[in-house]
């Protein structure tokens, strides 16, 4: 990354998924179809020379495992972050995604965020428009406090969150605008020291 007056967040979409295909886990987190394996991997060729400083995923198996597809591209296999707070806004009440355990099947370098909540549990709720800002938020700032010019992570969440946390990080009303986020697709925002908010690109 040349631009060391810039932090910048790159927000990612999960791949095709099929709602049929959940294998025990909560009917709200699908698995990848075929073709959505498929676009796991060119986003992993796609992004495996980019500079990431951070892998940070929703905790719902077709987010990680779009992640997994960018991280297995890598040389060093990096750390994947798991962040319920990222999961899709209206899942079932009291889940709040796969476990970490149940996640290292898919990917051994992988750990559990602390919660955004200020305790030791993930529960939060996500149902209203206002539970999602108040969780698009959390995320937000805490991106900001851990991270700084220079460096880029990369977070891998879902359309409806998405629609919170991109409007958020430009610092404007969620819904004001509307965000038509394909599959894979990479929306990038970027924090520059002089206190601009800059969109870079959307649905590259």
Not at 43 to 59: C, M, N, P
Not at 95 to 114: A, I, P
Not at 185 to 191: E, G
Request: overall charge negative; charged content about 30%; some cysteine.
């Amino acid at each position: 990354m040349e631009n060391k007056d810039s932090f910048e967040i790159i927000f990612i979409r999960h791949a095709e998924t099929d709602y049929d295909d959940w294998a025990g886990r909560d009917p709200s987190d699908g698995e990848l179809t075929a073709r959505g394996e498929e676009q796991c991997r060119e986003l992993g060729e796609r992004l495996k020379d980019v500079q990431i400083d951070a892998y940070i995923s929703s905790s719902l198996l077709r987010a990680f495992k779009t992640a997994t597809g960018v991280c297995k591209a890598k040389e060093n296999e990096p750390l994947l972050e798991i962040c319920p707070e990222l999961i899709e806004c209206g899942c079932t009440p009291g889940y709040f995604g796969c476990s970490e355990e149940y996640l290292q099947r898919y990917y051994k370098n992988t750990r559990l965020c602390e919660s955004l909540y200020g305790k030791g549990k993930h529960d939060f709720p996500c149902a209203t428009k206002e539970e999602n800002d108040v969780r698009a938020k959390k995320v937000i700032d805490y991106l900001k406090s851990r991270f700084t010019f220079g460096e880029r992570v990369a977070v891998f969440s879902h359309h409806g969150m998405l629609e919170h946390l991109i409007p958020t990080a430009l610092g404007v009303e969620p819904h004001v605008f509307r965000f038509a986020l394909d599959n894979v697709s990479m929306t990038a925002v970027s924090f520059e020291r002089d206190e601009n908010v800059v969109l870079r690109y959307v649905n590259k």
